[in-house]
């Protein structure tokens, strides 16, 4: 069974930095692309970055150059880096991967950015 469980959110002023990660078990971790997707209140879920087996990344225009996604091989871990967060990144962040033709979810980890 995939299980995945995001943590590292919390509240941060404007301009501040967040390290999240997720935990995956139940699949062979190396062999799968991870995704970081999050939704804000009142709004559609979006993706956010995401990463191959062998390292690729790709990232939503809103966060280039600001958020990294990287990804533990060995730990089974993911982690998105969140620099220079501001406002409207204000969000819950879920990790996401698919399996076996299913798409899987964690429960998400919620993340404010305010004063």
């Known amino acids: 069974q995939v299980h995945l469980v995001e943590s590292g959110g919390g509240e941060v002023q404007p301009g501040g930095s967040l390290r999240l990660s997720c935990a995956a078990s139940g699949i062979n971790f190396r062999l799968y692309d991870m995704s970081w997707y999050r939704q804000a209140p009142g709004k559609q879920r979006e993706l956010v970055a995401r990463i191959s087996g062998e390292g690729t990344t790709d990232y939503a225009d809103f966060v280039k150059d600001r958020f990294t996604i990287s990804r533990d091989n060995v730990r089974n871990t993911v982690s998105l880096k969140m620099n220079t967060l501001n406002s409207e990144d204000t969000a819950v962040y879920f990790c996401?991967?698919?399996?076996?033709?299913?798409?899987?979810w964690g429960r998400g980890t919620r993340v404010t950015v305010s004063t």
């Open positions: 996401n991967t698919m399996h076996r033709g299913n798409t899987f």
